[in-house]
Structures are given as structure tokens and as C-alpha cells.
């Protein structure tokens, strides 16, 4: 539900994935010579006949569809060109993306790396899906460290082999999200680091507040809903629903509920003679009391979108 926006980071990050992938250094073979070499071979050399190493590793968020729908397209040709029964067309297909899956290895060797380097290159601290659980690393004892963050492959590895390293199709996630709830689902609206993502902007937390309550004076978090809507469209029902948000919100209505006691207790007058009395701007005091951040900062920090969209409902913005 975040977007996760990483163009000033581009350049390393590009600098370093490109010195471990590429590099003959580092690996005892590198991936690219891996891939060149497979290239070589029959069906490989049809189906890659035009796609490099670079462009796989590196296609941008809004290209990635594209790219698996050719991929993928030629390798279902491949498989009808040589054989006529289905069963041993799927086995074609099987087995061209198993050689594939062996060469972008994401498991063992890379996973630790490329998560580590993520991890500090990005500075990453809430899940981009939920924006529910901080993903940082945290120190057990003198030696051990344990780790709440994870890489979700936005395009399945195991259906897209190929697309295992590819630097743009790994999301920072948590657990919860990557594992138990995503898993290999596809998603049918761009990834959180697409050009093209527009869920922080199209769909908000709505404030329903049941019949007895008036003036937004409530007893009781039970009084409170908080479902997620979307203007005017429907492009993110999938993702509410892939991951769960309507339902794990709804066991943080308490975060709502201190809003609204806040707001009957702050109200603007009484800020400015805070104001008047600590000689700190009251929109200051505002942010602090609310918890308010900055729309730039919605991923530091978790609940960040629900308390953004609170405080619309509520004008304190
Ligand atoms: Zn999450």
C-alpha cells in the first residue's frame, strides 16, 4: 500500500547487483556467463534470441509484463513446434524452466546477499504491502542477528524462473505478507515500485462511525469502521483482499480510536493556547499529539497511510 520509491538510490543499487551478478570474481561462474552460455542451446537461442542478461536482471516495474508475456509466449511456440500432445508439450515447458531455474538461482548463495544488501541499501523499516510490521534487523546476542525482513518475488520465481534476480521484482516485505498470505498469487495491478502504483493515492481508510454516535463522540472502538475504498475504480480489490487489509487493520481500530479521543480533547483552540503557552508552533503540537508524518516518510513508519488518511477524515490536515 506504500510506494516504494527508489530512484535515488538507482545508481548503486544498479552499481553493486551488477558487480555481484556479473562478476566472474565473486562467483566461481557468474550468472551472465551461465545464461550466455545456455544461450547457445536449443530452445535458449529462440527464445532469448533478443533479450540480454542486463535486460532480464534489470527490466523496470512497468516493463516486467511485457517481457514475461514474450518470454513466455515463445517458450509455449517452442513447445507446439516440437510436439503435438499436450502432455508432452507441458513437459517441454517444465523442463526449459527448470535449466532456467538453476542458472537464476535465488535460494542459497544469492538470497542472504541480495537481502542483506537490500535491506542497507534501501533502509527499509515497514512492510511496503501492509505498512503494518517493521522489517529490520535486530540484534539477538553479541554474534546473532535476526531478521523481520523479507524480498517477495512480485512475479512468481517459480512460474518466471528468470525473473529470480531481476532487481526490480524484489519487494521488501514482512513475513506475513510475502510468505502466508502473497505467496506465489499474482497480483494483477503494478508493484509498489512501479511508476504506475497509485494505491497511497486512490484508495483511503474511510472513517464509518455507527448510528448512536454523534459529533464524533464515541464510547467505544466497537463503534468504529475503518474499510478501505477505492475512487472511483476497483484496480486494488484483488490486493485488499490478497492481503488481508480490510481484516488486519480492523485489529488496530485502537490506533483510531486515540485519534478521535485526541480530537475531542485538542481541539484547534485549545493548540494555539498551547501555542501561547510553550511558544511551540501549534501545527507542531499537532503533529506530535497526532503522530502525523510526512506523506515522503510513509514507509518509516508502520500505520503511517491509516494515520494519514485519519487525519484527513478528521481535517486535521
Ligand atoms: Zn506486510
Not at 555481484?20 to 556467463?33: I, P, R, W
Not at 532480464?56 to 509455449?76: A, D, H, Q, S
Not at 515447458?93 to 542459497?108: M, P, Q, R, S, V
Not at 506530535?288 to 506523506?295: E, K, P
Amino acid at each position: 500500500m506504500i510506494k516504494l520509491d527508489y530512484k535515488l538510490d538507482k545508481q548503486i543499487l544498479e552499481c553493486l547487483y551488477e558487480r555481484m551478478l556479473f562478476s566472474t570474481k565473486l562467483n566461481k561462474m557468474s550468472v551472465k556467463k551461465n545464461f550466455d552460455k545456455l544461450k547457445e542451446k536449443y530452445p535458449y537461442n529462440i527464445i532469448f534470441f533478443d533479450i540480454s542478461f542486463s535486460e532480464i536482471i534489470f527490466v523496470e516495474p512497468e516493463k516486467t509484463r511485457c517481457l514475461i508475456n514474450t518470454i513466455e509466449l515463445r517458450i509455449i511456440e517452442q513447445s507446439k513446434v516440437k510436439f503435438k500432445e499436450m502432455k508432452k508439450k507441458k513437459k517441454f515447458i517444465y523442463e526449459a524452466k527448470g535449466e532456467l531455474k538453476k542458472i537464476f538461482k535465488y535460494e542459497n548463495k544469492f538470497q542472504s546477499f541480495i537481502s542483506e544488501f537490500f535491506e542497507k541499501e534501501l533502509e527499509t523499516r515497514t512492510c511496503y504491502f501492509c505498512n503494518i510490521h517493521y522489517v529490520n534487523e535486530y540484534k539477538v546476542d553479541e554474534k546473532e542477528y535476526k531478521n523481520e525482513f523479507t524480498l517477495d518475488h512480485y512475479y512468481d520465481k517459480g512460474s518466471y524462473p528468470y525473473l529470480a534476480l531481476s532487481l526490480y521484482n524484489l519487494i521488501p516485505s514482512c513475513y506475513v505478507c510475502n510468505s502466508k498470505l502473497k505467496k506465489s498469487i499474482e497480483l494483477d495491478v503494478f508493484a509498489p515500485n512501479s511508476e504506475d502504483f497509485d494505491f497511497h493515492k486512490r484508495v483511503k481508510f474511510k472513517l464509518h462511525l455507527s448510528k448512536n454516535c454523534k459529533d464524533l463522540n464515541i464510547k467505544s472502538k466497537a463503534d468504529i469502521k475503518i474499510p478501505l475504498k477505492e475512487n472511483y475504480s476497483n484496480k486494488y480489490e484483488k490486493y485488499i483482499e490478497v492481503f488481508k487489509l480490510n481484516e488486519r487493520y480492523e485489529a488496530h481500530k485502537d490506533i483510531v480510536f486515540e485519534m478521535l479521543q485526541n480530537a475531542e480533547l485538542y481541539p484547534e483552540s485549545r493548540l494555539k493556547e498551547l501555542q501561547d503557552l510553550t511558544g511551540i508552533p501549534y501545527q507542531q503540537i499537532k503533529k506530535d499529539i497526532f503522530n502525523l508524518i510526512d506523506d515522503a516518510d510513509l514507509s518509516k513508519q508502520p500505520f503511517s497511510k491509516l494515520i494519514r488518511d485519519m487525519s484527513d477524515e478528521l481535517g486535521l490536515r
